[in-house]
């Protein structure tokens, strides 16, 4: 049984403790979420540290809030999968966030996962998630600190997966998030947060935490996402789409969005894609099936998860192609 080194855990209580908590360790720590992902990673060594911040106790930090007046949504980052899911304000405005969150893990994981953990989560490889002892039967690889990558020989940069399920919606839906910091917040789109670089997938400094996600004009958008994976429960995305547009009567895409998910270092967006659809109908086949030959084009996925590349590359255009299907039935989850 993997165990974890000694740690030492600081619980502050608010923002200020946080933020003195952050300054006083400066480096060599990490932040906790719900700890579903980080713990593992821990026990296997992946993280070299004995120091977390734990951001559990930190109320500012917790809560979905949706005033109708701005149709504005925000949900704090320490949020977790399963209040997620039960929010009344996501289900009467975006019911795809839930569902999405339904794709994650399995509900005792969901209960203790948190929504901004999952938007921080790190890349995945199968030559990365392991052991200690199983990692030494190959050379340091760029995410261990070496110079090779492992899954991919002679590739010159960490090809690690990005696989968190929310973020590639929450792109589609056009989400902003708020970065905290002891200098103060600051908000950007969450596209801009991925760095596509699977030894470092975000923009976050040591010194910065994720504080929440808000979303406009939420209730006048149509969005789904669909993910591919081997089993229907805790399984990790192996090839994910998702699709946002404005619903209007006509069942056009009207601005629609798409984001690859589980297919490179970070979500994708693909505007090659959007440009097909945008103004077509939903049932017009030809167009379809164009966008899906864009997605297909556009997905490079490489042997770091299991199933096969062509495989995943294939079902990013039939994951679309399931969806359209389901818009034209009227049957969408
Ligand atoms: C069996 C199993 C199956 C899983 N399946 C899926 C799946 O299908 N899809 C999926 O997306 N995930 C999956 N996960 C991963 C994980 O459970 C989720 O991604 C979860 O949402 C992570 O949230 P957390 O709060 O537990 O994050 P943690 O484990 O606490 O943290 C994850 C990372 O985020 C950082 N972090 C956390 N909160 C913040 C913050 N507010 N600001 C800055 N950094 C922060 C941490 O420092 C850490 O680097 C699975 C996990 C397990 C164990």
Redesign the pocket.
């Given at each position: 049984m993997l165990k974890l080194p000694p740690l030492t855990i600081l619980r502050p209580q608010n923002r200020d403790e946080l933020i003195s908590g952050i300054a006083d360790r400066q480096s060599g720590f990490?932040?906790?979420?719900?700890?579903?992902?980080?713990?593992?990673g821990m026990k296997k060594r992946l993280y070299p540290t004995a120091s977390l911040i734990s951001?559990k106790r930190i109320r500012e930090?917790k809560g979905i809030t949706y005033d109708s007046s701005r149709d504005h949504l925000t949900i704090g980052?320490?949020t977790t999968?399963s209040e997620l899911i039960a929010a009344p304000a996501i289900a009467k405005t975006q019911a795809a966030i839930a569902d999405a969150a339904k794709?994650?893990?399995?509900p005792p994981?969901r209960n203790?996962?948190?929504?901004?953990?999952?938007l921080?989560?790190?890349t995945r490889c199968y030559f990365f998630n392991q052991s200690r002892s199983w990692r030494k039967l190959a050379p340091d690889c760029f995410k261990c600190g070496g110079q090779v990558c492992n899954a991919v020989p002679g590739a010159k940069e960490c090809r690690a997966v990005f696989?968190?399920?929310?973020p590639p919606l929450l792109i589609a839906l056009n989400a902003q998030i708020t970065i905290d910091s002891a200098t103060g917040e600051k908000t950007i789109p969450l596209i801009d947060f991925y760095t596509g670089d699977g030894t470092k997938p975000n923009i976050?400094h040591e010194n910065?935490?994720?504080?929440r996600i808000s979303i406009d004009n939420l209730s006048a958008k149509k969005s789904l996402y669909r993910k591919f994976?081997l089993r229907k429960a805790?399984?990790?995305?192996l090839a994910g789409v998702a699709l946002a547009f404005e619903s209007n009567p006509e069942g056009t895409f009207t601005n629609p969005q798409i984001i690859l998910n589980a297919v490179a270092s970070g979500p994708i967006a693909i505007p090659e894609a959007a440009t097909i659809l945008a103004g077509k109908s939903f049932n017009d086949e030809e167009v379809v099936q164009n966008a899906a030959a864009a997605l297909n084009a556009a997905a490079k996925p490489v042997a770091n998860v299991g199933s096969k590349p062509f495989y995943r590359k294939k079902m990013v255009g039939l994951l679309f192609k399931k969806m359209v299907a389901e818009l034209v039935a009227g049957q969408e989850a």
């Amino acid at each position: 049984m993997l165990k974890l080194p000694p740690l030492t855990i600081l619980r502050p209580q608010n923002r200020d403790e946080l933020i003195s908590g952050i300054a006083d360790r400066q480096s060599g720590f990490k932040l906790l979420g719900g700890g579903t992902d980080l713990i593992n990673g821990m026990k296997k060594r992946l993280y070299p540290t004995a120091s977390l911040i734990s951001l559990k106790r930190i109320r500012e930090l917790k809560g979905i809030t949706y005033d109708s007046s701005r149709d504005h949504l925000t949900i704090g980052a320490m949020t977790t999968l399963s209040e997620l899911i039960a929010a009344p304000a996501i289900a009467k405005t975006q019911a795809a966030i839930a569902d999405a969150a339904k794709t994650i893990a399995a509900p005792p994981i969901r209960n203790q996962a948190t929504v901004g953990g999952n938007l921080c989560l790190d890349t995945r490889c199968y030559f990365f998630n392991q052991s200690r002892s199983w990692r030494k039967l190959a050379p340091d690889c760029f995410k261990c600190g070496g110079q090779v990558c492992n899954a991919v020989p002679g590739a010159k940069e960490c090809r690690a997966v990005f696989s968190a399920d929310l973020p590639p919606l929450l792109i589609a839906l056009n989400a902003q998030i708020t970065i905290d910091s002891a200098t103060g917040e600051k908000t950007i789109p969450l596209i801009d947060f991925y760095t596509g670089d699977g030894t470092k997938p975000n923009i976050l400094h040591e010194n910065e935490y994720l504080s929440r996600i808000s979303i406009d004009n939420l209730s006048a958008k149509k969005s789904l996402y669909r993910k591919f994976r081997l089993r229907k429960a805790l399984d990790f995305p192996l090839a994910g789409v998702a699709l946002a547009f404005e619903s209007n009567p006509e069942g056009t895409f009207t601005n629609p969005q798409i984001i690859l998910n589980a297919v490179a270092s970070g979500p994708i967006a693909i505007p090659e894609a959007a440009t097909i659809l945008a103004g077509k109908s939903f049932n017009d086949e030809e167009v379809v099936q164009n966008a899906a030959a864009a997605l297909n084009a556009a997905a490079k996925p490489v042997a770091n998860v299991g199933s096969k590349p062509f495989y995943r590359k294939k079902m990013v255009g039939l994951l679309f192609k399931k969806m359209v299907a389901e818009l034209v039935a009227g049957q969408e989850a």
